[in-house]
């Protein structure tokens, strides 16, 4: 692929994106779609993929923007339900579709099959992340549902690991897999990858705390996954756990950083996320058209195989419903409590876990992971190569159009959501605010005696109004549209705070609008206008992402 070929990818895909975006459309399928269509162009370039350099370079940096906005807490608090999804499941998804896969498709090796499970296994969180995140799912889904995803990767890619290991003809036992080295595998995958992460976050964060340099530092952050992922996999590791690892101990310390690295770095993840995420399904779609060819041409009959991949879909769908609703059950199970009685533990609403069961929608680990299956097993050809790969773009096609273009339907028809988590929000923000407000003026009022008897008490005086002055007004603000919004109608309360938000826009708009006005007429040197253009950003963003926003 040449330079201006994947130039040309990227701009198309970063197009069809917007495109889907603009119109609430799902930018992955629209992007197969598209993509697909495209590759019957003639004259199209073949855009050949290399499944491990595509793993090795989007895999990384999207666990690691993802876990970098993961609540520590949150997920620590909720470890339990997270590795039963992220780990157990994976695995039991892996070994169901591998047995139901040698049923409809006669002849298929078992490895083969265990390989065709460990693809297929993990879902893909971000889409469903988003959605919820949108339609104000409650905190505690939202973090499961984060937490899986950032660990069921690293399950089914070592799971992946053990059953291409048993094509190769290292396997024997249940199922032609050798449990006792797969066990080991994996005990060794997570301790390294684990500890290797952990111990790159706190050498990274204790280098940047003492750089100073925004710039240098968000550079340093685009290497961190990187590097965690290649020197985990060259120990033996999981480079994906090593990348969630070192992403949470960063998140977690990152207010310790400079308030510049922050809003560098936000932006900055979120716009090689979407690039990454477009020219992946954009890839695939102009892959797939090749993959259904290679099928048709194949020993394999077109027609069992599209039976095959109806069976899978529904399997991976079924097996994570049964899964998740059986879970529930034994968590709902009588306990006995002092007294001698037994009491049901008490737990959300089932439409809770109808919710996560229909969140299983497949993305770019299952794709990459398919287009990186080796061509040759022992210098002879992978056996059924394409037929897994079909199988594999086929779910993960299916599961976007079943439960991806549904799942918002289904959450808004549910009602799953908490409707007292903003109010709580604004509120827990309020106790911040005047907590720090507090630590502030006292602080400044020390600082401020100090210097009393050298710029003297007019001078003092006047300093300690315009410290106290903003943190007070915004303090202030905060507590009366608060207590207004109890008093009053939701509605109302959200009205004034779109109306406040709105005439604050416009002020600096208009500020704005009076800089290019001056650097126009050359009244002004370019360098003095970047700088308040800057502090007016800062303004406008403050304002458009303010607490009044959710009320």
């Not at 896969?101 to 002849?107: D, E, K, N, Q, T």
């Not at 984060?146 to 396997?171: H, M, P, Q, R």
């Not at 609403?349 to 794709?367: A, D, E, H, K």
């Not at 549904?406 to 988590?421: A, F, K, N």
């Amino acid at each position: 692929m040449h330079g201006a070929e994947l130039l040309g990818l990227a701009l198309a895909a970063v197009a069809v994106t917007a495109v889907a975006r603009r119109l609430g459309w799902q930018a992955p399928l629209l992007l197969v779609v598209v993509g697909l269509a495209a590759s019957a162009v003639p004259g199209m370039p073949d855009f050949a993929i290399d499944g491990e350099l595509l793993l090795a370079l989007v895999l990384p940096p999207l666990l690691y923007s993802s876990a970098l906005g993961v609540s520590y807490a949150g997920f620590r608090a909720l470890l339990h339900p997270i590795v039963q999804l992220g780990v157990v499941l994976v695995l039991v998804t892996a070994v169901v579709v591998a047995l139901l896969a040698r049923l409809v498709v006669p002849g298929l090796p078992m490895p083969v099959a265990l390989v065709l499970g460990a693809i297929v296994a993990p879902p893909d969180a971000v889409s469903a992340a988003a959605v919820g995140r949108r339609l104000g799912l409650p905190r505690p889904m939202m973090t499961v549902l984060s937490g899986e995803s950032l660990i069921n990767d690293a399950a089914a890619l070592t799971f992946y690991k053990v059953a291409l290991a048993a094509v190769f003809g290292a396997g024997g036992g249940l199922l032609g897999l050798d449990w006792g080295s797969a066990a080991g595998t994996f005990g060794l995958a997570v301790g390294v990858g684990v500890g290797l992460g952990l111990a790159l976050g706190v050498v990274v964060h204790l280098v940047r705390m003492r750089l100073e340099d925004p710039v240098v530092e968000s550079v340093l952050g685009l290497i961190v996954p990187f590097a965690a992922y290649l020197l985990a996999e060259e120990l033996s590791g999981s480079g994906v756990l090593a990348v969630v690892a070192a992403g949470l101990y960063l998140g977690h310390r990152g207010p310790e950083a400079g308030y510049a690295t922050r809003l560098q770095e936000m932006p900055l993840w979120s716009s090689l996320d979407l690039l990454l995420q477009a020219v992946v399904f954009a890839l695939i779609g102009l892959q797939l058209r090749a993959v259904v060819d290679e099928v048709a041409a194949s020993e394999r009959s077109t027609g069992q195989l599209l039976v095959a991949a109806a069976v899978v879909l529904a399997t991976v769908i079924v097996v994570r419903a049964v899964f998740v609703f059986g879970l529930e059950l034994v968590r709902r199970t009588p306990r006995p409590v002092p007294g001698g009685r037994w009491a049901s533990p008490t737990r959300p609403p089932w439409s809770y876990q109808t919710v996560i069961s229909w969140t299983g929608m497949r993305g770019v680990v299952t794709l990459a992971v398919a287009a990186a299956l080796p061509e040759q097993v022992n210098g002879a050809p992978f056996a059924d190569r394409e037929a897994v790969q079909f199988l594999a773009y086929a779910v993960t096609i299916g599961t976007l159009l079943l439960q991806g273009l549904t799942l918002p339907r289904l959450i808004r028809r549910l009602g799953v959501r908490d409707p007292e988590q903003d109010q709580q929000d604004a509120e827990s923000e309020l106790r911040l605010q005047e907590r720090t407000t507090a630590a502030a003026l006292q602080r400044a009022e020390e600082l401020i005696a100090e210097a009393r008897p050298r710029v003297g008490d007019e001078r003092a005086d006047q300093w300690v109004e315009r410290i106290r002055g903003p943190l007070q007004a915004r303090t202030r603000t905060m507590r009366q549209t608060i207590r207004a919004e109890e008093e009053e109608e939701q509605t109302k309360g959200r009205k004034r705070a779109e109306g406040f938000r709105y005439l604050r826009q416009q002020v600096v708009q208009a500020q704005r609008r009076a800089l290019m006005t001056e650097r126009d007429r050359g009244t002004v040197d370019d360098e003095v206008v970047r700088g308040v253009l800057q502090e007016l950003d800062y303004e406008e963003a403050a304002s458009a992402h303010s607490w009044t926003t959710r009320l």
